[in-house]
């Protein structure tokens, strides 16, 4: 593999493992199943910070909707789940 394609996968690596972290980090999650956390983007969990942080889940939601790493809930659409690709969860 070429370095140039080294550095492409490894971009995609930690922008796809940063923009779960946003949402993890900063979405207050639920669950409809204990066995598996929601994360619902229009709420942030520090409501102090929802100026701040509003711009970073958006990007982040974006990001992982383009990329194809994320689930939405059947019947809630602000509730979703990101994953890794990796995972091959869906």
């Known amino acids: ?7 492409q996968r490894l971009a995609f690596q930690i922008a796809d493992s940063a923009a779960r972290s946003d949402i993890e980090c900063h979405c207050a999650w639920t669950a409809d199943d204990p066995a ?6 229009s709420k942030i969990e520090d409501a102090s ?3 701040e942080l509003r711009p970073v889940v958006d990007m982040a ?15 809630n ?3 979703v789940r990101p ?8």
Request: aromatic share 12%.
């Open 61 to 75: 939601v974006t990001y992982l909707d383009m990329r194809n790493l994320i689930t939405r809930n059947p019947a």
């Open 83 to 90: 994953y890794a690709q990796e995972d091959g969860n869906v």
């Open 77 to 79: 659409a602000n509730w």
């Open 1 to 7: 593999m070429s370095a140039t394609a080294t550095l």
């Open 36 to 41: 598996i956390r929601w994360f619902d983007i």
């Open 49 to 51: 910070s929802e100026k």
